[in-house]
C-alpha cells in the first residue's frame, strides 16, 4: 500500500522528514523510523502513557496519535530532557529517590512529570498524583516516583530563587 | 605507612551490604537508553503477528492463506501443517504436559495462536493478519472447572487412549478426560479424625479468581539464525534464559552451543516471562525459513488473553481448635483451573507449586492438603505473580480461614494469631505438610506491628464507628485488615527442585581485573530487582573491592555461567549465595597472594574491609587492590596466575521470610469506594542488603497486592469471551488509588544461607492480598461478613453492603 504522505517533524529541536503512512502511529514514527527508542509501548490503547511525549506543548500519548495528526509537530521526548553530563533534575531525583525499577515506565513518567512541573511549578503530593494518574507504573507503587517528582520541584524553585 | 582513612570510612567506600547504595541501572533508564527486546533493530528484520482464535473452543476446519500471502510485503504465512515436519507443531510445557504453538486441528482458548504471518513491517503484518481465512466450526465450551469434571465435552482428546481411557499424565492417575492430577500432601485420614471430633471447626469456600502478571512491557523475542555459521542468537523477554536455551535446542534440534539466547533490559516480570511461548517459537521458525531476523512481540491484549494467567484456584478450607483457640487440624483442597494446556511454571515435582506452604505461621499439629487440576477453555498458565509458586494461594487461604476461625470463636483475630504462632524456639521447625521453617521470631514481628498501629486503639475506634453507622451518624465502615505471612522462597535444593529436569542450583562467575575492578556474572536476570546494584553490594562485602568498581552481567548465556533464571524470589537466596560463595573463593586465594607479599604464613594475615593484615600488626597489610595486581604481575610459587572464581550453589533449604501487615481502611457502603488511611507493612528478609531497594520492592509488591485484592482480574463469559482483555477493564492502579505505605522491619537470618539473606521481592504480594482482603471483610465482620470473594471491587463492595442489609 503505497498511499505514504511526506511527515515534517522537530523532534527534541532536530528536523526531520520521512515519508509514512498516514495511519502509522507517532509512536512507531519515532521509534521505528527515527530511531527514538526512549518512549515505550505499553498498551497502544492510550491507557498506560509509557508512550508519553510533548507535542507542541502539550502532554500526548504518542500511540494515540496518527503520524498524520503530528505532520508539521514540535515533539520532545525523554532524549531530549538533560544529556549525559547535564541530567535534567527529574532524571536527577528519579535516580536519588529510586523512583524506577525495570525502568520501562520511566521515559514516559519522566516526560510527563517535566510537563506536569511547567503546569504547576508549586504541586502538593495530591497534585502530583492526580498529574501523573495517565501514567502506570508495574513496579514502584508510585511513592517514590511522588517523592522523586516533589524533590524535583522543590529544587526547581530554589534554584528559580535563587537566580532572582 | 599510615591508613589515612578510618576504617569505618573504608567500609563506606566499599558500598557494600547494607548501605542505600543508588541504583547503577537508572542512569540509562532515566535517560531512555534502556534496551528492550523491541529497541532490538537488526538489518533486514521481518516483524511475525499471529492470527488468534476468536472462539473458546471450535475445530479449524481450514485456513486459506491465499489472500494473506498476496498482499505486498508478506513474506510467509505458518501453520501447524509447516510446524508439523519440524515437529514444533506442539511443544512441552514446564509442567509436564504439552502445548499447541499453533492450533492443530482445534483450537482450545479464545486467543489461541492459530497463523503466524511474517512481513516487511508490523502494519503490513497486522493487514495480512485479517487476511488469513480460518473455517471454525464452533464446540461446546467449558469455562467451569467443577462442570469440566463431570462434562463429556473431551477438551484434549491428545490425553485420550484411543479405547477411551484415561491414560496417567505428567503426576499421576487422572480421574476423567478432563482432569490433569491430583497432588496430595499431609494425612486425610488424621486430619479428619481431629477435625471430626474438634471442640470448634469452621469451614469455608473461597474463590481466588483468575488474575494476570501484567508487567508494563510484554512478551517478545527477536530470533536471528545465521545460516553460514549454523548459529542461532535468541533475544526475549526470558526470567530465565539458560532454560529457554536448553528448551530450544531440544525442540529446534539445534546443539545447544550454537544457540544464544540474551534477556536483554526486562521491563517487569512478576512471573510473565517464566514461560516459553508459541511467539518465540514461531520466531525462531520464521528466521530459519526466511534466513533473516524475526521479531515477534504481542500487544497488551495478547498478552492478557493469551500469556500466563495466575491464581484461579477454588479452594475449600476446615480448621478445628480447641474453644480457646489453639488450632488443632486443617484441611484443605483446591480445584485447580489450569486452562487449556498445563503450562504451570512449578518445579517439576510440585504440580501445585508450594500450596503445601498453606498451614501458614502457625504450629499446627496435623494437616492435609488435596489439589485437583482441571482442563478447561481457558488461556494456559499457572504462574507465579510476584510471589514463590502457589505461595500466595496457600497464605490468602490460610489468612483468610484465620480470620473465619476467630469468628466462630467469637475472639479477636490478632489474639488468634499470637495464640498459635510458631515459638521462635521451635525452629528450625518442620510444619505438618512437610516443609522446615528455618528461622523465624513471628511473635516479636507481630507486637512490634500492633504497637506501630496501636490496634488495641483502631478497635475502640471501630467498635464506635460500627455504633455511629447504626445510630445513622455515618455511611463510611471501618476495617482494620490483618496478616501475618511466611513466604518459602529460594528453589531450590537440587535434590527435590528442578525445571524439566534442571536442578535449581545458581551460579555465579567473577574475575577480578589487574586494576583492581572486577566483572561478575549471574545466572540469573534482573527486571527491575536491580541486581546490577545489591549483587555488587554482596561482592563488595565479601571481597573487599568496593562495588563501584564491580560489573555485573547476567541473561547473555554466551557469558553467563548456567542458572535457573529470576522468579519465585530465588535470585538472593540462590545467585545471591552463589555470588557470596564465589567470592570466598577469591578471598581464599587472594589471601595467599598476600601472605607472600607480606612474607609470613597464609594463617598469620586476616581480612579486613578492604585489605589483608598481619595478625596484631595492622599496619602491615595489603590491600584487595594490591593483591588482584599481584596475581597478574608476579610468580607466586605454589599459585597460578589470574584471580577468578566460580560457584554454582545448591542451597540446602528454602529460605523463609515473614512479616507482619496492618491496613486501615474507610468504606463508603453507598458506593462501594474503599479508602486506604493506613498500611503498615513490617518484613523480616533476614540480612538487609540494600534497605532502599528493599522498601522499593515492598510499595511495588504491596501495589500489586492492592490490585488483585480490589479489583484486577481475568473474568471470562459463559462463552469463554475474556471479558477484560485490555486496560480499560483490566485493573492496574494509578498514582490516584494507591497509597503512601509505610515499612518497618526486624531481622532474623536465615541459617543456612552464608549471607543469611532470604529474599524480598515477593512477600509485599504474598502478604499483602490477604491484608487488603482482610481489611474489606473486617469492616463488615460486625455486620455478619464471614467471607466474599475477591476482587472487592466498588461493585462487589456495594453488593457485600447490600446483601447485609446495610442499604435499608
Ligand atoms: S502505549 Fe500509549 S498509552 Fe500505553
Ligand atoms: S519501573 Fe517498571 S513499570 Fe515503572
Known sequence: MSNKMHVKLNVNGEDHEFLAEPRELLIYALREKLNITGPHVGCETSHCGA??????????????????????????????????????????N?????????????????????????????PTEEDVRFGIAGNICRCTGYQNIVKSILSAASELNASKEAAQ | MKDEITRDERVANLKGMGCSRKRVEDSRFTQGKGNYVDDIKLPGMLHGDFVRSPYAHARVKSINIDAAMALPGVVAVLTAKDLEPLNLHWMPTLAGDKQMVLADGKVLFQGQEVAFVVANDRYIAADAVELVEVDYEELEVIVDPFKSLQSDVVLREDM?????????????????????????AGEEEATNQV???????ATEEMYYHRTHPCPLETCGSVASMDKVNGKLTLWGTFQAPHVVRTVASLLSGIEEHNIRVVSPDIGGGFGNKVGVYPGYVCSIVASIVTGVPVKWVEDRMENLMSTAFARDYWMKGKISATKDGKITGLHCHVTADHGAFDACADPTKFPAGFMNICTGSYDIPVAYLGVDGVYTNKAPGGVSYRCSFRVTEAVYFIERMIEVLAIELNMDPAELRSINFIKKEQFPYTAALGWEYDSGDYQTAWDKALVAVDYKGLREEQAQRVEDFKAGKTRKVMGIGLSFFTEIVGAGPVKNCDILGMGMFDSCEIRIHPTGSAVARLGTISQGQGHATTFAQILATEIGLSAESITIEEGDTDTAPYGLGTYGSRSTPVAGAAAAMAGRK???????????????????????????VVKGSPEQFKTMKEVAYAAYNQAIPGLEPGLEAVSYYDPPNMTYPFGAYVCVMDIDVDTGVPEIRRFYALDDCGTRINPMVIDGQIHGGLTEALAVALGQEIAYDDMGNVKTGTLMDFFLPTAWEVPNYETDFTVTPSPHHPIGAKGVGESPHVGGVPCFSNAVQDAFRPFGNRHTNMPHDHWRIWQTANDLGMHD
Not at chain 2, 195 to 201: F, G, K, L, R, S
Open chain 1, 94 to 122: 528519579f535516580k536519588e529517590h529510586h523512583g524506577l525499577q525495570c525502568g520501562f515506565c520511566t521515559p514516559g513518567m519522566i516526560t510527563r512529570a517535566a510537563k506536569l512541573l511547567e503546569e504547576n511549578p508549586n
Open chain 2, 160 to 184: 485420550v487412549a484411543e479405547d477411551g481411557s484415561v491414560p496417567n499424565g505428567a503426576h499421576g492417575p487422572r480421574k476423567h478426560p478432563n482432569h490433569i492430577f491430583t497432588w496430595e
Open chain 1, 51 to 92: 508512550c508519553t511525549v510533548t507535542m507542541n506543548g502539550k502532554s500526548v500519548k504518542s500511540c494515540t496519535v496518527f503520524v498524520a495528526q503530528a505532520n508539521g509537530a514540535e515533539v520532545t521526548t525523554i532524549e531530549g530532557l538533560g544529556t549525559p553530563d547535564a541530567l535534567h533534575v527529574l532524571q536527577e
Open chain 2, 586 to 612: 577469591i578471598r581464599a586465594k587472594a589471601q595467599m597472594i598476600a601472605a607472600y607479599l607480606l612474607e609470613v604464613h597464609d594463617n598469620d594475615v586476616e581480612f579486613d574491609v578492604d585489605r589483608f
Open chain 2, 195 to 201: 477435625i471430626d471430633n474438634a471442640e470448634v471447626v
